[in-house]
């Protein structure tokens, strides 16, 4: 039997779990697939920039009673160090509370949540829509979301060329994650640690815990002998910050959550008509702070196009042609600025200057961190 809805959102995180809400609240029968459940823990470094709460507030998520960033620190293994405001900032909520409290949201605005439900492939039918087959059956719908994330089964299925393409900076990196009790971090501070093949976030978020989440080259860990604690204790406690805390804190995992083959390669914001949102169109490096609230923005520009071809108020080819053009103009410079940074990042031989310049002018400073966060929507 085939099951029918006006809109299709593959994968509930962030982006997509943000489109149902504001899709079913519009009146739209929208269904979400998603192949895990909720809640749960994921690698993410959980500092959320403040451009988002208007948007979230719409669609009734609060976040005032949160820890609120306004500084940032940047530190490096030879102890130079950069600290500045944050003129927007942001604040902390775990991905095991923010996804869930997302998937409260859209289920109160109506939308159908299907959990343990792997879409396994996805056909664009033309102007008949399109048709899906999960691990639960098939669907039907009008207008396809592909908000998968940064990798999936689907990425090989609808053959993505980003796939094909490989480059040392912006392939092959892997990303760990603990939660830790450490009572010597401000709450108001934001601080990235480098390391020698990467760099470590730690920020504050609910019930008194910190994030503590790092990006390090494969080839690091696979140096440490893939031993996640090898690699910490060799490596990353080269940092005097990182090893204070190796030292000090509480880790409250078991074992820490790790994800591998990150890739930064661009990507494009439609694929076999299916529109695009959040990491699926184009992850941005996360030492710009800022990839859950591009995929919050990247599901209002969704609903504004997507609304519009259901209400028949625009054609299948504009839409597709007017979603690109808003997420190039929307996202483009940040990606394209992400990209730089995470090269600048590489190695502590290029870090050292570039925190020199910016230390020696604060308006360029300024200028960078602007840059790595938008504006409010
Ligand atoms: C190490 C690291 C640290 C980061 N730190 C930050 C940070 O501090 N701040 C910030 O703003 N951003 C950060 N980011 C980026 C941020 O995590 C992402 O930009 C954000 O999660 C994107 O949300 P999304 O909805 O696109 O994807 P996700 O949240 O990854 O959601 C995708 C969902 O799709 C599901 N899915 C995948 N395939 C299928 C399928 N075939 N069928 C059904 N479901 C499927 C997955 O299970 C998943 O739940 C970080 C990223 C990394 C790698």
Redesign the pocket.
Known sequence: MQHSYEVLI?????????AAALFARAGFATAV????DYPRH????????RESVPFLKEIGLETDHLPQIDRFLLSTTGGQTLAANLPLG?FGMS?YAF?AALADCAQKAGAVLFTQ????SISDLGAAGFEMR??NGLFSGKLALG????????DVQLQRPFLRKTDAVLDG?V???HHIRYANHPEDL?ALHHFGGGYC?I?RVEADRL?L???VRGEALRKAGNSIFNLEETVLCRNPFLKSIWRDAEFLYPKPLA?SG?SFQKRSPVINGVLC?????G????LS???????LH?AKIAFEHGSAFLNRTKKRTDLERDFTRAWNRQFRRRMWMGRLLQGRFGSEALLSPTISLLNAVPFLKSAVIRSTHGTAF
């Open positions: 593959i994968g509930g995180g962030i982006a997509g779990l943000s697939f998603e192949k895990e994921k690698v993410c470094g959980e500092y959320i920039s942001g991905r996804d439900t792997k879409v396994e999960t691990s908000s998968w994330g940064k990798k999936s089964n689907l990196w990303g760990i994650k934001i976030g920020s994030c989440c790092y990006l994800i990150i949102l959040g990491d699926s169109a992850l941005i490096p996360p702070g800022n990839g859950m609230s591009m995929a990247s």
